[in-house]
């Protein structure tokens, strides 16, 4: 043992000091077995030789003392492997394929002879896994190519193997690139999926999702594994996807393409605009043409390899499926009896305290900002305002892709790799600039660049050590639409840091002004990274070590609400579009720009053992340690709030008119410019066995569990570096239209706090808005699972796992500074009185309104003169959330045999989880969506965001024969059909108070709270059917005054989703190394309805508002049916 450890110490001080940079051995795979004579005594000496058929690189080691060898490291493809041994007849065996990560294990028997005699066989590697202890699957080339991808987006794959659901809401955001998804494996986390590309790390910091993968046609293939995984392997929580580039081999190889679609051919959209000349519905003018090629070859024969592919998208549509709400000419007259009739789906009442008679009121009565407004709007000729329209889409993507290999000598090669990927699209209201409703949209010039530099070193046929160098930089551009700003409109005493922008939002039925992150912005994150791992065959074990470094540089320069907010909810007459007209918003909102610059170090150190102890039983583990190493913001802009502070009235020496009990970096005790403390001792160990039931490789028993950590990424101080004094962060309730800044009891007394100064003596603003990060823990996931394999023949394989997982210290928020609710009205000394608080107002009057939220809020009542007047909302991000899951997954596999490749999964499952703040698009906590239930985090405990409890997928390639007849050949040979079919049960939605009613929240003004659930079938309609209303309306309302609603966490089931696509190839053989294919795919086969329940943003929660038409309503679906044309020319 001591000399292993001798050994270990030595290669990782010669890696250290001569090999590459990298990342792992995600990109290869390994050989495995026992050589024995044909009595079964093992036999020590015998040379195995390894040679990857299409390059004539070959690998060579020796069988050890008990008969055992490994060949790790090996590149993927195919392979012939050879054993000889002096009075032995030479075994050889071709046919072998290597995929991804793969470890066959294949035995030789050799039998007495000469040297120069050999045994022949023809045959794949085993199926069954007899040596590692993970659950996985790899998405081998050929269906990478031939099933139908609807985008030929590769990731999409990934949920096709089982156990994994894409999280639509933590799907890429604006600010990064662009058809990346979130993808939840086996209950992890949606963020918390490692990627790596040829052995390189391939995630984005900035979301943690994955950077652009190459496309179909340059991919080689790729492996999903996940729950308690190597040592090896870390970084993320949820689960690992190594994928390869193509390389080039001792032929030149490569393709040509073209797909394309057009709208002619589709079906139409379920909810597309009406053409009231014809009657017809609308089409969407798609045009989409995707166009490109590959090409690898030798450059030195046996030596040197060279790989290319360039791949473009350009896409035109106009769907004419966006629905919104403008004033009427009636509205505009002062009649709102229609739109708040049964007619258009509602029935209000309009407030008679503001002059509204049986929902009439004087146009007189009209703000004259609102009315100017108005007046840029298109008309709409429906009764209720509606006006459905098209947001053109213009977008080009060009993706680039280089690989070079190099075999310098038999022990040493080298690897090269670069990955370009550039999205433009111009803003939507450029293209359409008599619509002024398209400046919801964004336009965006995005491009993400990975470059990988590797090597292989083979010390001795028993130690091979093996690196990566990896920079990966993403140059996020996000582009504004650029109109007018409210100044222009009439409003006084207004700044705004984007002169042509603004933002409005009238709550449905309704519409919006640009938008939080739809406005001009850059994001730009730059990580590189060191890698080095070093595996030797020592006896029975096989030991690996290695180390990773990695460094992240991001910078934010974002405008969320720095051009300013209005908001009219309709809290104030009953109808959004009333308040607008009426010129009475329910909320203004504005900050500075989201300035963020931040620097992180990654590093891992591993030690993990592979130890054959007999022929039948593996055992793997090992240990890993992790530091949690907290990032560095180098502007400084972030802030922790501490109550003991607050209660001993302790101020800040850097801020130095700060309220109370809040310090900043320069403080005494806070940590540099991190803000939470680094946490060193992470370990994380692994183990598990492996057992060849009889020792055949036909049958196996697995069984493994581990620890795996994640960490933050850089979206969680998006809202960080808004906080007073940085960027005044503030939010006025029901705020004076004409001059937010002058509305009684906000503080300001008509002094505008933007642009925001700071500096020690900078005056802090009355209200801000602060999110607070004190020390955080890194999530920390628990796996196990127990897995069965079965082969049955040669290339048949059956197989059920059970994998389960419980996850700690997941990120969130809560809400310091609630609003207290006062029930009833002040007594004759003008007090009110609630759960030990008092409030002060007017004798006799209401106690609790939505104008008195910030008097009332915690801090405003027991320290209203230190702390309270300065602080509205106060968000503490916070890691105590946890959540269980526990799954089985059924598979059955059917490997490339006879022209039939057939792959199926079912997994059930069940995940309970935190309430989460990241129901808007952020893949972290949200801190504008903070716990509703102050103090109590489990009381939000629910359904997952990921809790997908069935889901079954199909997979199938069916290749014809070819017939000897030559005239049967040209007419049938030649023909592939391929298939998806997926079926899923639906998510949880919750079911939320309605926004707009500050009693509907219990008066606290935290949203998210839950509604009253009255009783009986939540579902309303069980068919699922256009315009059917899913959620039974009379079973939900808000809660009474005062109180919380009952409805659970993400408890009611959404409506399930099912795809089926298919694609026919017919291929053309021009020469023997020539074809040319002509391919049709259609995606939804059967133009299904299939509808989406969530809100236009994405989220899967529904508010509670029985006077809005779209309550309970299914008016969003997936696509109609779509036919996509391809001809490929392959070489």
Not at 130 to 158: A, C, F, H, K, Y
Not at 758 to 766: D, K, M, N, R
Request: contains cysteine; neutral net charge.
């Amino acid at each position: 043992m001591k000399d292993v450890v001798k050994s270990l110490v030595l290669v990782l001080v010669m890696c250290a000091l001569v090999a590459s940079f990298g990342w792992g051995q995600g990109a290869t795979a390994q050989i495995s077995g026992t050589v024995k004579d044909a009595s079964g005594a093992v036999l020590p000496g015998a040379e195995v030789t390894a040679t990857q058929t299409e390059t004539a690189i070959a690998r060579m080691t020796v069988s050890n003392e008990t008969g055992t060898y490994v060949l790790p490291n090996l590149a993927l493809g195919p392979y012939r492997l050879e054993v000889s041994l002096p009075g032995f007849r030479t075994f050889v065996q071709t046919g072998i394929v290597l995929q991804v990560n793969s470890s066959p294990v294949i035995n030789a028997t050799l039998e007495v002879g000469q040297r120069s005699e050999q045994i022949e066989v023809q045959a794949n590697a085993a199926l069954v896994e007899t040596r590692t202890s993970g659950v996985g699957q790899v998405m081998e080339q050929q269906r990478i190519l031939e099933l139908p991808l609807n985008g030929r987006n590769v990731t999409d794959l990934i949920t096709l193997g089982g156990g994994a659901v894409d999280v639509p809401v933590y799907s890429s955001s604006p600010r990064s690139m662009q058809g990346q998804a979130a993808i939840s494996v086996a209950g992890g986390l949606p963020s918390g999926v490692n990627y790596s590309l040829d052995g390189a790390q391939h995630n984005n910091p900035y979301d943690n999702l994955s950077l652009p993968l190459p496309f179909p046609d340059a991919l080689q293939e790729f492996k999903v594994e996940t729950s308690a995984l190597s040592a090896s392997q870390g970084q993320h929580s949820g689960a690992q996807v190594n994928s390869v580039t193509k390389s080039g081999t001792n032929g030149f190889h490569g393709d040509a393409f073209e797909f394309v679609r057009n709208d002619l051919f589709n079906a139409t959209e379920y909810f597309a605009a009406v053409d009231p000349s014809t009657g017809n519905k609308k089409r969407s003018t798609l045009k989409r043409n995707q166009f490109g090629g590959t090409v690898g070859g030798p450059i030195v024969r046996n030596k040197l390899f060279f790989f290319g592919g360039l791949q473009r998208t350009t896409e035109r549509s106009d769907p004419a499926n966006t629905q919104n709400w403008v004033p009427t000419a009636a509205m505009l007259q002062g009649d709102f009896s229609t739109v708040t009739s049964p007619a258009c789906g509602r029935n209000v009442t309009l407030s008679p305290v503001l002059g509204f008679v049986n929902n009439r009121i004087s146009p007189t009565t009209f703000d004259p900002i609102a009315l100017n407004l108005v007046k840029k709007l298109p008309q709409s000729n429906d009764p209720c305002g509606l006006v459905t329209f098209g947001v053109p889409f213009r977008v080009d993507t060009t993706q680039i892709v280089g690989k070079g290999d190099w075999q310098l000598s038999a022990a040493h090669s080298v690897m090269g790799r670069f990955l370009r990927t550039m999205e433009r699209q111009p803003v939507p209201f450029s293209l359409a600039p008599d619509n002024l409703l398209t400046t919801f949209d964004r336009g965006r010039s995005n491009t993400a660049d990975s470059y990988a530099l590797g090597d292989t070193w083979l010390v001795s046929p028993q130690t091979v050590v093996s690196s990566r160098l990896v920079a990966n930089y993403t140059n996020i551009q996000r582009l504004g639409a650029e109109f007018f700003n409210y100044g222009d409109l009439g409003v006084k005493n207004y700044y705004s840091y984007q002169p042509k922008y603004l933002q409005l939002n009238v709550t449905n039925p309704g519409f919006a002004l640009g938008g939080g992150t739809a406005n001009t912005s850059t994001y730009r994150t730059f990580s590189s990274g060191l890698n080095i791992d070093a595996t030797m065959t020592r006896g029975a074990h096989q030991w690996a070590a290695g180390g990773a470094m990695l460094w992240i540089d991001s910078n934010s320069n974002a405008n969320v609400q720095s051009s300013g907010s209005f908001t009219f909810s309709g809290s104030i007459s009953g109808l959004p579009l009333a308040d607008l007209l009426l010129g009475k918003p329910s909320q203004f909102s504005q900050s500075g720009p989201n300035t963020d610059y931040q620097r992180k170090w990654y590093m891992a150190l591993y030690l993990a053992d592979s130890w054959k102890v007999n022929q039948r039983w593996t055992l793997n583990y090992g240990l890993r340690w992790e530091p949690d190493l907290a990032e560095t913001l180098t502007l400084g802009r972030i802030t922790s709030y501490n109550e003991q502070r607050r209660a001993a009235g302790t101020r800040s020496s850097a801020f130095q008119k700060a309220p109370a009990g809040f310090y900043f970096p320069g403080d005494p005790g806070f940590q540099g410019k991190r803000g939470r403390d680094q946490n060193w001792w992470e370990f994380a160990p692994r183990f598990g066995v492996a057992w060849d039931v009889r020792g055949d490789g036909k049958t196996s028993v697995r069984a493994s569990t581990g620890i795996g950590y994640d960490y933050p990424n850089a979206q969680y101080h998006l809202w960080t570096s808004i906080v007073p004094p940085w960027g005044a962060a503030t939010t006025i309730v029901n705020p004076v239209f004409g001059d937010p800044w002058s509305t009684p009891g906000a503080g300001y007394n008509g002094v505008n706090p933007f642009p925001a100064q700071y500096g020690p003596t900078t005056a802090f603003v009355p209200f801000g808005n602060y999110t607070s990060m004190n020390n955080i823990d890194p999530a920390q996931v628990q796996n196990w699972n127990l897995s069965i394999q079965r082969q049955f023949g040669s290339d048949l394989l059956v197989s059920a796992s059970y994998i389960g997982s419980h996850t700690i210290h997941i990120l969130g928020s809560e809400q310091l500074n609630p609003a207290i609710y006062f029930p009833g009205n002040a007594d004759a000394t003008g007090n009110c009185f609630a759960q030990g608080y008092t409030f002060r107002t007017t004798a006799g009057a209401v106690c609790s309104t939505t104008t008195n939220t910030n008097p009332r809020r915690r801090l405003s009542l027991i320290d209203s003169q230190n702390t309270g007047q300065f602080v509205a909302n106060l968000v503490e991000i916070q890691s105590g959330g946890k959540s269980n899951y526990n799954g089985l997954l059924l598979e059955i596999r059917k490997r490339a045999a006879r022209g039939i490749t057939l792959t199926g999964n079912y997994t059930w499952s069940h995940c309970i989880g935190p309430f989460q703040g990241n129901e808007a698009g952020d893949t972290g906590a949200n801190p504008a969506i903070p716990n509703p239930f102050i103090g109590d985090r489990d009381h939000g405990q629910g359904n997952c965001l990921a809790d997908v409890r069935q889901v079954f997928n199909f997979t199938s390639v069916l290749e014809m024969p070819k017939f000897a007849n030559n005239m049967l050949r040209r007419a049938a040979s030649g023909w592939r059909l391929s298939t998806i079919y997926r079926v899923r049960t639906g998510y949880y939605s919750n079911i939320l108070a309605a926004s707009n009613n500050d009693f509907a929240r219990n008066g606290t003004n935290i949203g998210n709270q839950p509604a009253q659930y009255l009783g009986g079938d939540p579902i309303g309609d069980h068919s699922a059917s256009p315009l059917g209303f899913w959620f039974n309306r009379d079973a939900f309302a808000n809660p009474a005054l005062g109180t919380i609603g009952n409805v659970g966490t993400r408890s009611v089931l959404l409506p399930g989703h099912f795809d089926f696509d298919m694609g026919l190839t017919r291929s053309f053989q021009l020469k023997e190394s020539q074809r040319f294919e002509f391919r049709w795919e259609v995606f939804n086969v059967t133009n299904s309805f299939r509808p989406l329940f969530r809100s236009p943003d994405g989220l899967q929660t529904v508010s509670v508002d029985r006077t809005n038409q779209l309550f309970g309503q299914l008016r969003i679906s997936d696509r109609p049916r779509i036919m996509q044309f391809a001809l490929k020319y392959f070489f």
